[in-house]
């Protein structure tokens, strides 16, 4: 009698409502039905196996919709936008029960992989593109149950040498457009996928495409502005080629502190980006007090002090929500104990990054050659971090800034990703 009202719940509704009381009431209904499946006839526990696994699929399904949706939500920048194509690769590959997924896009040169990951990480996946093509040809979910027995499957010769069991891919679409595709694939001893899959990877997708469209929107945006950026900091360069290199370096330090405290791979490339941008309102300083070589007078010093500002107005109309960039560069010449400028914060009111970005900034002008001093050694520029541990800085930033920079294993990338839009050009931007 319970079998039956199960079974009719099921039937009658045809598809599942995605209301969350809803999913949460037919969880336990769905391991009833796998117990139940076991006793009956093979035909009938066929079809039941089977509209179990899309009960579970369309729960899996909605349950990753809901999540994306509140990722997009959250979306402020072009880091955020690379987080979320790698939250919809992971969704993937969890709904689909599967072991790699990958992420391609139609773009002017032809159809790219942007991202792939496996079930533990974020590797690189190798994937047919003849198979990829085939979905943006036809705009069809194509699936192939047995890879190695798919007469269709001949062409693609990269999925038979990789021992892949079984491919699903479904398109993703922006309007009636075909902008990609999102491919799953299991290994030889994993499961094969079925049409229900397929249906289910179908209505992620239409998740997926969501992200798609606004991370791309977000990355134009971004490169708009990145190129804004270069050009302002090429005519830095220009004005004081001595001390090129100094903002690309305080963006590798700054990422690698960031590394050391475990910071999100979004939130380390953020780093580094603020790292590279910390001193770009010194393009509204005057030459004359900005390289100025005799002692400045306290008028002239408040002038360049500006450039902190400065920095943060001419970032903020680039990205005007973005507070954690534009807090960090307002704020890179506080100190904790509150004699910084431009604000006098002190200690826990300091922003985070602001606090990493002075360390960096700093141990980078005492280390490397200046008009008007000798480079410090490393280990001197150490020291003398730890004695102002406290005063100029956070003291519980001092040794992971100095493990970040002697630990050769804490590498010089994002996440173990290329970076974005990397400003890779040198700087000369004089630290004051
Ligand atoms: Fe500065």
């Not at 007090?289 to 002038?303: A, V």
Request: aromatic share 6%; net charge negative; glycine share 6%.
């Amino acid at each position: 009698m319970r079998f039956c009202k199960q079974i009719g719940r099921i039937a009658c509704s045809g598809r599942i409502a995605f209301g969350a009381n809803r999913v949460h009431v037919i969880a336990e209904p769905i391991q009833e039905l796998k117990d139940i499946s076991k006793t009956l006839p093979s035909a009938i526990s066929t079809r039941l196996n089977a509209l179990t696994r899309q009960l579970e699929g369309e729960r899996g399904a909605f349950n990753a919709l809901s999540f994306i949706g509140n990722k997009l939500s959250g979306v402020r920048d072009v880091f955020d936008a690379t987080a979320l194509l790698e939250a919809v690769l992971k969704e993937a590959v969890v709904l689909m029960q599967g072991d790699r997924a990958a992420l391609a896009l139609v773009e002017k040169m032809g159809l790219r992989v942007v991202a792939s990951r496996s079930r533990e990480n974020d590797a690189d996946v190798t994937v047919s593109h003849t198979f990829l093509e085939r979905v943006v040809n036809t705009g069809q979910a194509l699936v192939s149950t047995n890879v190695q027995e798919d007469p269709n499957m001949d062409s693609s010769a990269s999925i038979l040498a990789l021992e892949i069991r079984s491919v699903l891919a479904v398109p993703l679409r922006s309007r009636d457009e075909v902008i990609g595709v999102l491919y799953v694939d299991t290994l030889f001893h994993h499961r094969m996928f079925s049409d229900i899959d397929a249906a289910v990877l179908a209505t992620f997708a239409t998740q997926a495409s969501v992200a798609v469209v606004l991370a791309r929107s977000v990355q134009q945006d971004h490169e708009r502005n990145v190129a804004f950026i270069k050009t302002m900091l090429t005519t830095l360069d220009a004005r004081d080629p001595y001390t090129a290199g100094h903002s690309n370096r305080v963006g590798d330090y700054t990422l690698k502190l960031s590394k050391v405290l475990g910071w999100k791979a979004a939130d380390q490339e953020r780093a580094l980006f603020t790292g590279w941008v910390h001193d770009i309102g010194k393009i509204g300083i005057r030459d004359e007090f900005l390289f100025k070589k005799e002692p400045l007078t306290i008028g002239e010093r408040e002038i360049i002090e500006e450039h902190s500002v400065i920095g943060e107005r001419i970032l903020t109309t680039m990205m005007p929500e973005n507070q954690v960039i534009l807090g960090a560069v307002r704020h890179h010449h506080e100190r904790w104990d509150g004699r910084g400028y431009p604000d006098k914060l002190e200690g826990e009111s300091i922003p985070m990054l602001a606090r990493m970005i002075a360390l960096a900034d700093t141990f980078d002008a005492m280390t490397t050659a200046r008009p008007y001093s000798t480079p410090k050694t490393w280990e001197n520029g150490f020291e003398i971090l730890r004695l102002e541990a406290g005063k100029q800085f956070a003291s519980d930033l001092i040794e992971p800034f100095v493990q970040a920079l002697s630990d050769e294993n804490v590498g010089s990338s994002v996440g173990g990703q290329v970076m974005l839009s990397p400003l890779n050009q040198t700087q000369n931007l004089e630290v004051v």
